[in-house]
């Protein structure tokens, strides 16, 4: 069939099921075609009995044969017509379905067929003419023949029974409902076939109209594409010579100490009066006259380039409490940068109450980190942070020293964790800091999500409470990395009685339940509370009620 020639697989798998079962149909009805030309000869020879039976028997026995036979005539006449009618049902759906390449199928099957309706329609008129002639025979034949009317029944009885037999099977076979079943089934397969064919086909002619429009499309893309790669190239190569000029570029040291001379405004807009600066205390001093004057407080401010400024080298300082807005002016670039970053730095350690230039990133030793991780006690930098964070909350809880809000006792644990994470997590081979980002995950995954460089102490139950007495910190978190078990029974409660506020700290910051009882069903705020643990008392009591 020519419109299968491009379908796919499935086109032609359900062809195939359907030519099938079509063909296993056509085979059916030609044996039960077969059995009806039987039956008709059959009915021939009943037919000439008749003619003989009529002619020998009384006039009342000819009547209700007549009767009977022409009854027979009937109803084989209505299995006919549901035999030429299921032929024609099949003819009219394939052509329906397919509507110019039926040719081969009905071809078929009006050969294999015979024309049963035309025989059967003789076979009634051989009947008519039976009839018509009874009357002419009833009456010579008994008296000439009377011998042979025994005979004549017995052969047409016999007939009979044979002809019922074959009428009975044909009949049988015609108002079967499986055969009404395959037929709905065919129908049902090809009215299927016909919509998604259909459907195709529609969506074939759409694709034609507009494959035109599609192929610029994809030409589009396939510019655009080639375009971002270009681009990715390049922005790529720049990174790398950015990397390349850090490697040699001076980093501006930050000094608790700074001071310089800046250029401030003076009483007059238009006025500069340069003036002696220096950081005290989170507050940006001057001098005049030998006298200091606090300029503006660093605690809560913000300080930046003013790119907009007609001066050289001019930086804002902006600060929210009390608010204030100044600008000054430095005598370099290179003092300008150095001033911003104190300041900056300045401002943190106020909000932060500690002094950064303490510390460094735990995984690339950046210096001033401005990120922590909680639950595994380190300090990061802004490009370890991301990383830690892709590596889900379950592994390492990331927070920011600037905008989210610790407590301070946590804040100490992270602190005390944080200069001794060496001896607890280990190093292993670290990346230089220039290398890749999937360099540094792939290390960062393997010291905190694997724990690949941490040395395992042997009975870490056991070094927990000796952690917990000791009041060492260091030793209780190695000992949980190394297995002990969260919310094992009574260790929270020892930490509450004889700990310190950090011990109970790191247990509730690792899973522990803080309200968990003991066998003796106290609970660790009880236990501190008899214990007299004022300390302990306060932060429980803070925790349960954030």
Not at 414 to 420: A, D, Q, V
Not at 520 to 527: G, N, R, S, Y
Request: glycine share 4%; charged share 25%; proline share 3%.
């Amino acid at each position: 069939m020519s419109y299968f020639k491009e379908d796919s697989p499935f086109f032609r798998d359900t062809l195939k099921q359907y030519e099938e079962s079509l063909l296993e149909i056509t085979g059916t009805f030609k044996y039960w075609s077969d059995k009806a030309a039987i039956a008709h000869i059959k009915g021939q020879e009943y037919c000439e009995a008749l003619k003989d039976f009529y002619n020998s028997i009384e006039e009342k026995i000819h009547c209700e044969a007549l009767s009977t036979y022409k009854l027979f005539l009937q109803q084989i006449s209505e299995i006919m017509q549901t035999v030429v009618a299921c032929n024609e049902g099949i003819v009219y759906s394939l052509s329906q379905v397919f509507p110019v390449e039926l040719g081969p199928f009905n071809t078929n099957i009006g050969a294999e067929l015979p024309p049963l309706k035309k025989i059967y329609e003789k076979l009634q008129k051989d009947v008519e003419m039976v009839k018509a002639q009874t009357i002419t025979y009833k009456k010579t034949y008994a008296k000439k023949n009377p011998k042979n009317t025994e005979e004549h029944f017995l052969r047409l009885h016999s007939l009979e029974k044979q002809y019922e037999l074959l009428r009975f099977d044909l009949y049988s076979f015609l108002s079967n409902n499986s055969l009404t079943g395959q037929l709905l089934a065919v129908e049902q397969l090809l009215a299927l076939i016909y919509s998604i064919w259909s459907f195709t086909n529609t969506g074939q002619e759409q694709y034609k109209s507009k494959e035109k429009d599609l192929n610029k499309i994809a030409e589009r893309i396939s510019q655009s594409r080639k375009g971002l790669i270009t681009m990715q190239e390049s922005l790529r190569k720049e990174r790398e010579v950015e990397e390349m000029k850090n490697m040699f570029t001076k980093i501006p040291q930050y000094k608790d100490d700074k001071s310089g001379y800046l250029w401030k405004h003076g009483n007059l807009i238009t006025e500069w009066k340069r003036r002696f600066f220096y950081i005290k205390n989170s507050q940006l001093i001057y001098l005049r006259e030998e006298e200091e004057i606090q300029y503006i407080s660093l605690t809560m401010s913000k300080a930046f380039e003013s790119k907009d400024h007609e001066n050289l080298f001019a930086f804002e300082i902006v600060s929210v409490s009390p608010q204030k807005k100044v600008v000054l002016l430095a005598e370099s670039d290179a003092e300008m940068k150095e001033w911003i970053y104190s300041l900056k730095k300045c401002s943190e350690q106020g909000l932060l109450g500690y002094t950064e230039s303490e510390y460094t990133c735990a995984d690339c030793f950046t210096c001033n980190p401005d990120w922590c991780s909680l639950n595994l006690g380190v300090l990061l930098c802004t490009n370890c942070s991301g990383i830690h964070r892709s590596l889900g909350s379950h592994i390492s809880r990331v927070k920011s020293l600037q905008l989210d809000i610790i407590d301070p006792v946590i804040k100490e644990l992270l602190i005390e964790l944080h200069n001794n994470h060496q001896n607890i997590w280990g190093e292993g081979f670290r990346p230089p800091k220039y290398c890749s980002v999937e360099d540094k995950e792939e290390y960062i995954r393997g010291k905190y999500q694997h724990k690949s460089w941490i040395t395992k102490i042997e009975n870490p139950a056991q070094a927990l409470v000796a952690g917990i007495k000791e009041k060492n910190v260091c030793k209780m978190f190695q000992a949980i990395l190394s297995g002990a078990k969260v919310n094992e029974n009574g260790v929270l409660h020892l930490a509450a009685r004889v700990g310190s506020v950090h011990t109970v700290a790191l247990l509730i910051n690792s899973g522990w339940e803080i309200e968990g009882k003991n066998s003796e069903a106290f609970t660790p705020l009880e236990i501190a509370l008899l214990a007299n643990q004022k300390e302990i008392v306060e932060y429980i009591v803070k925790v349960i009620s954030i």
